[in-house]
T-cell receptor, first 117, second 112 residues
Framework: GAGVSQSPRYKVAKRGQDVALRCDPI?????LFWYQQALGQGPEFLTY????????KSGLPSDRFFAERPEGSVSTLKIQRTQQEDSAVYLC???????????????FGPGTRLTVL | GIQVEQSPPDLILQEGANSTLRCNFSDSVNNLQWFHQNPWGQLINLFY???GTKQNGRLSATTVATERYSLLYISSSQTTDSGVYFCAVERKDGGATNKLIFGTGTLLAVQP
């Protein structure tokens, strides 16, 4: 596709519900990132995939958060038993390659705004 | 971890004015990107600029990696330039993950 796409754009969940957020990266991009952006803050790193391998999940705030990218393309971020503090915008980004250099430039999707009531 | 600070935190301009936004970072970096987050929340890539100077229309950016800062220049500002400007860096020796660490942002409002 032309850019990174995410769905749904908005999600309202009742506390305790499970949610799944989808990311379609730019076609051919090896690297995929998930970030969380709280209101009035900059995005913060959650997890990183290189193809289908999850190489870094150091930013996931709890074991209720789980991400996968089984075929090295589309990724899903799942949050179990949602809590009010999970309310945020979840951003997905992709880049063409790894290592250093211009192919590392990250491109972001429009985000999913999650509201937990 | 690496600290990324932006200044000013907010800025109000009249249409047509020029401005300079600054990003200071506390460690060596492999990657530095400037983004504009529009009022709908989309992060728009402005520059990939770990060092040197680049220009794109009314915008230009300079990164002095040895002194650990980057500047974003906006000339002849337009109302569509309004939004939040983020600087984000990837720390050198940050391991296999090319994760970005975002600054605190500059909120820009351009008035007609």
């Amino acid at each position: 596709g032309a850019g990174v796409s995410q769905s749904p754009r908005y999600k309202v969940a009742k506390r305790g519900q499970d949610v799944a957020l989808r990311c379609d990266p730019i076609s051919g991009h090896v690297s995929l990132f998930w970030y969380q952006q709280a209101l009035g803050q900059g995005p913060e790193f959650l997890t990183y995939f290189q193809n289908e391998a999850q190489l870094d999940k150091s930013g996931l705030p709890s074991d209720r958060f789980f991400a996968e990218r089984p075929e090295g393309s589309v990724s899903t971020l799942k949050i179990q038993r949602t809590q009010q503090e999970d309310s945020a915008v979840y951003l997905c980004a992709s880049s063409l390659a790894t290592g250093t250099g211009v192919y590392n430039e990250q491109f972001f999707g429009p985000g999913t705004r999650l509201t937990v009531l | 971890g690496i600290q990324v600070e932006q200044s000013p935190p907010d800025l109000i301009l009249q249409e047509g004015a020029n401005s300079t936004l600054r990003c200071n970072f506390s460690d060596s970096v492999n990657n530095l990107q400037w983004f504009h987050q529009n009022p709908w929340g989309q992060l728009i890539n402005l520059f990939y600029i770990p060092s040197g100077t680049k220009q794109n229309g009314r915008l230009s950016a300079t990164t002095v990696a040895t002194e650990r800062y980057s500047l974003l220049y906006i000339s002849s500002s337009q109302t569509t330039d309004s939004g939040v400007y983020f600087c984000a860096v990837e720390r050198k020796d940050g391991g296999a993950t090319n994760k970005l660490i975002f600054g605190t942002g500059t909120l820009l409002a351009v008035q007609p």
